[in-house]
Every structure is written in structure tokens, then in C-alpha cells.
Nanobody
Framework: QVQLVESGGGLVQAGGSLELSCAAS????????MGWYRQAPGKQRELVAT???????NYGDSVKGRFTVSGDYFKNTVSLLMTNLKPEDTAVYYC??????????WGQGTQVTVSS
């Protein structure tokens, strides 16, 4: 089982920036896909951004133009640079990784709070 460890969450004012990082351990090879999802209180978990091994990226509509995902296939790491943060970005952010059809992992989550 691949384990994911997130870092970088915290409290930031609206309009500010924050960067999240995630590192995988226990993977035998580079990722198929890594990225981030988030869950706000009372809401379903939603896509934030993912990156594939071929550097193709996918973003949730609410973060396009403000967030940037990057990844290192060989190191099995993924980062999320969040700019122009809004109070509605407040959520627990989860790192996600996929290494094959039956190999997916989730991190424990890191809290991001944006104050108005």
C-alpha cells in the first residue's frame, strides 16, 4: 500500500497564496496520476487538480486560473500552488495517487482555511 503524506496547509487571508505538497512512499514505480481533492463541511469531496504521468493536467472549474498543480513522476511527489485564495476554498485538502488499476491511495488530509 502506497502511503501519502501531505504538508503545507494552514490559515491565510483572502487573496493570499499557499502551497501544498504531497510525497508518496512505498511505490514501486512512478505514478499514473497524482493530485488533490477537497471536502468542505457538509459538502461532497470534489476535484481540485490532477496531473498524469505525461504531464496532462485537469482542474476543477472553481480553481481554474488560480491554482497550479505540478508533479515529479520519478520522485512520486505532487504540489499545488494556490493563489488568489477565497473563503470558499476553505476545506480539507486530500492528496490522491494512482499507480495502476488496483492501486490508489489517499492522504489523511490537510486543512486550508481562508479568512475574509
Amino acid at each position: 500500500q502506497v502511503q501519502l503524506v501531505e504538508s503545507g496547509g494552514g490559515l491565510v487571508q483572502a487573496g493570499g497564496s499557499l502551497e501544498l505538497s504531497c510525497a508518496a512512499s512505498g511505490a514501486a514505480f512512478g505514478f499514473v496520476r497524482m493530485g488533490w481533492y477537497r471536502q468542505a463541511p457538509g459538502k461532497q469531496r470534489e476535484l481540485v487538480a490532477t496531473i498524469d504521468s505525461g504531464d496532462s493536467t485537469n482542474y476543477g472549474d472553481s480553481v481554474k486560473g488560480r491554482f497550479t498543480v505540478s508533479g515529479d513522476y520519478f520522485k512520486n511527489t505532487v504540489s499545488l500552488l494556490m493563489t488568489n485564495l477565497k473563503p470558499e476554498d476553505t476545506a480539507v485538502y486530500y492528496c490522491y495517487g494512482k499507480w495502476g488499476p488496483w492501486s490508489e491511495s489517499w492522504g489523511q488530509g490537510t486543512q486550508v482555511t481562508v479568512s475574509s
